[in-house]
């Protein structure tokens, strides 16, 4: 659903001007569910040389840079040597796009090299137990993702002591080998882009005047890093909008409660235009509780990280854009790391790295070439590069 693309050239030559709206706040709260505080995105206009707003024209430069993918991976050093054939447990989270997109990398990642793959579940919000079963299990690493160390504290001094080096992504860790986590992937560096790409995309396509829910799960940190640089970008470079923050719980996710969780939002509040999910899973029932309410019309949903089922409504045109949350490209990174390490090699470009290749997909052409293929988007030729550098 590109339909700024449409009028990029008119808006060029037009130069639309956005106008200010004040910097008033309010809020309010839900009682069931969720909460929801309301704030106008305030700022000063400012015109650029073109005649249109300069965070209007800002944001449009920054969409317009992430509708194309160049291909790169993140890293570039050639291993020293194939590595000999090591054991990764790899902590199958339980947020759907663990095992529909992750595992599948680990998967392909591992049998590239010719390793060993264990794989153990693990609750979200309380990993420490899984960890430790894959701790007792004696792999040569760990790879989890979406948790930070304070929740398994007692594992992560485990896995150190027992000579086990930890993998992560997705989540807000500093990696060192002190603390025991020798890489992070997808963390502030990543979401601290997304999160304003987005904000980005619904400026661009209100034509500056978004009023958006942002609908998030904040007991995961790496997402309130997102949704926090995500409102930054809002108030930096749209002096029209506002933002409305709905924030469940993991349980109201697996429980299907985020539907009417949102419609309720929105009969709340009949200005909100916009839908942001900071993940792909969250959305799911949202658009046909939304038509049953006869609300579908009021909002666009869209949101970082998609999963299969948001790439079907961009098809059937029921939400708009995207981003690309590269999952099992994270899955090579995180393997490519273990490879590295098994040669004694340093991790130099683990920083560059975490900062994961992203994409906006709002075109059912493109939703539907990324669903033939399973659903996870890779950057072009990233499985061959990572081999290429692996000698294999």
């Known amino acids: 659903m590109r339909k700024f693309r449409s009028v990029l050239a008119v808006m060029a030559v037009a130069g639309i001007v956005v106008g200010a709206c004040g910097d008033d706040e309010k809020s309010t709260d839900t009682t069931a569910g969720g909460s929801t505080e309301t704030t106008a995105a305030g700022g000063t206009e400012t015109t650029a040389a073109g005649g249109e707003d300069a965070g209007l024209a800002a944001a449009r430069a920054n969409v317009e840079a992430h509708l194309t993918a160049d291909g790169a991976i993140g890293v570039t050093i050639p291993l020293t040597a194939v590595p000999e054939k090591k054991t990764i447990a790899w902590m199958e989270c339980d947020v759907p796009t663990c095992a529909a997109y992750l595992t599948p990398g680990f998967k392909a990642a591992t049998a590239a090299l010719g390793w060993d793959l264990q794989i153990f579940p693990m609750t979200s919000t309380d990993p420490g137990p899984g960890i430790q079963a894959a701790i007792d299990s004696a792999p040569d690493f760990i790879a989890m993702t979406g948790v930070v160390a304070a929740q398994f504290q007692p594992q992560v001094d485990a896995a150190k002591a027992a000579g086990i080096p930890l993998l992560s992504c997705f989540g807000t860790d500093d990696p060192s080998p002190e603390l025991g986590i020798y890489m992070q992937c997808g963390d502030e560096n990543f979401v601290s882009k997304t999160g304003p790409l987005m904000a980005d995309w619904a400026i661009v396509d209100s034509e500056g005047a978004a009023n958006v829910l942002i609908v998030s799960i904040p007991d995961f940190p790496v997402l309130v890093v997102e949704t926090d640089a995500y409102k930054a970008q809002m108030e930096k470079n749209c002096s029209n909008c506002k933002y409305t923050e709905l924030n469940v ?99 130099t470009e683990e920083r560059a790295a975490a900062a994961l290749p992203t994409i906006i997909i709002d075109e059912p052409a493109e939703a539907q070439a990324i669903i033939d293929v399973g659903g996870d988007w890779m950057p072009p030729g990233a499985e061959d590069a990572f081999k290429a550098l692996w000698g294999v």
Do not use: C, H
Request: no cysteine; net charge negative; aromatic share 8%.
């Open 249 to 347: 719980t993991l349980d109201d996710l697996i429980q299907g409660k985020v539907p009417d969780l949102v419609a309720s939002a929105l009969q709340a509040d009949p200005s909100i235009n916009y839908v942001f999910n900071s993940f792909g899973d969250l959305p799911g029932g949202v658009t046909a509780t939304l038509a049953s309410a006869g609300l579908a019309d009021q909002v666009t949903v869209y949101g970082q990280d998609f999963s299969t089922i948001d790439l079907e409504e961009i098809v059937a045109g029921t939400q708009g854009a995207w981003s690309a949350d590269p999952k099992g490209y994270a899955a090579w990174l995180m393997v490519d790391a273990a490879a590295r390490l098994s040669l004694g090699m340093e991790l």
